[in-house]
């Protein structure tokens, strides 16, 4: 069965403090791999898609990244506005749906 | 461009009245999606469109819940009757192939069954 876990559930960090997320899936294929960033009350916002092992996309303090097996989403030197909810979702070969992770509560402490 | 639109924002209802969620994707995207999520079961795809069409419907819950897409610019999703256990957020999600497998999600509709 096709499925996506995250890590760790919730995060604390200090700002300035980098840390990394992890997305683990198990799926028949891969088509695409996505981050999501989501705020309270809000819709989730596209942040990146990755298509192939190795492949590495950045946006401002966030870099995510892939392997065959997972992805991380690394945050470097985070600010209190980067707290929010990342999900991660993959899209299996020959397949136009998306299965979601759990997601992870990030907060950061001014 | 305005994005997905989604409307009612919030719905309060009684157990056994009749719900319709609105949304309206992003123009030109041949693809709709409609997800709830819950804390305890995070988001999860009930149907999607393709040019209007419905494709999978297997993440409907029951005979309860309806979608429909009269046209490229508007989708429902209905339920009835509804019940406390369908108290959650909706959200509906669109996508253009041509551009890519990215789904833009709306704000949301967050819905109380009491």
């Known amino acids: 069965e096709d499925q996506v876990t995250q890590s760790p559930e919730a995060l604390r960090l200090q700002e300035g403090e980098s840390s990394s997320l992890n997305c683990s899936y198990t799926?028949?294929?891969?088509?695409?791999l996505f981050w999501y960033r989501q705020d309270p009350g809000k819709g989730p916002e596209f942040l990146f898609t990755?298509?192939?092992a190795g492949e590495e996309k950045e946006k401002e303090r966030l870099k995510a990244t892939l392997t065959k097996k997972e992805s991380f989403l690394h945050i470097t030197a985070p600010k209190p506005e980067d707290s929010a909810t990342y999900l991660c979702?993959?899209?299996?070969?020959?397949?136009?749906?998306?299965?979601f992770g759990k997601g992870t509560r990030l907060h950061i402490l001014p | 461009d305005a994005g997905v639109i989604q409307s009612p924002r919030h719905e309060v209802t009684e157990m056994g009245q009749e719900v319709t969620l609105r949304c309206k994707p992003i123009s030109g995207h041949d693809y709709l999606f409609w997800y709830r999520q819950t804390m305890m079961r995070g988001l999860e795809l009930l149907i999607y469109f393709n040019n209007n069409v419905p494709i999978d419907d297997s993440g409907m819950p029951e005979d309860r819940f309806s979608a429909k897409m009269p046209n490229a610019s508007f989708s429902t999703l209905k339920i009835q009757p509804s019940e406390p256990r369908d108290s959650a957020v909706y959200f509906c999600?669109?996508?253009?192939?041509?551009?890519?497998?990215?789904?833009?999600f709306g704000p949301g509709t967050r819905l109380l069954v009491l």
């Open positions: 979702a993959v899209q299996v070969l020959e397949s136009d749906k998306i299965i």
């Open positions: 799926v028949s294929g891969l088509r695409g």
């Open positions: 999600a669109s996508r253009d192939t041509g551009l890519g497998e990215t789904q833009y």
């Open positions: 990755l298509y192939s």
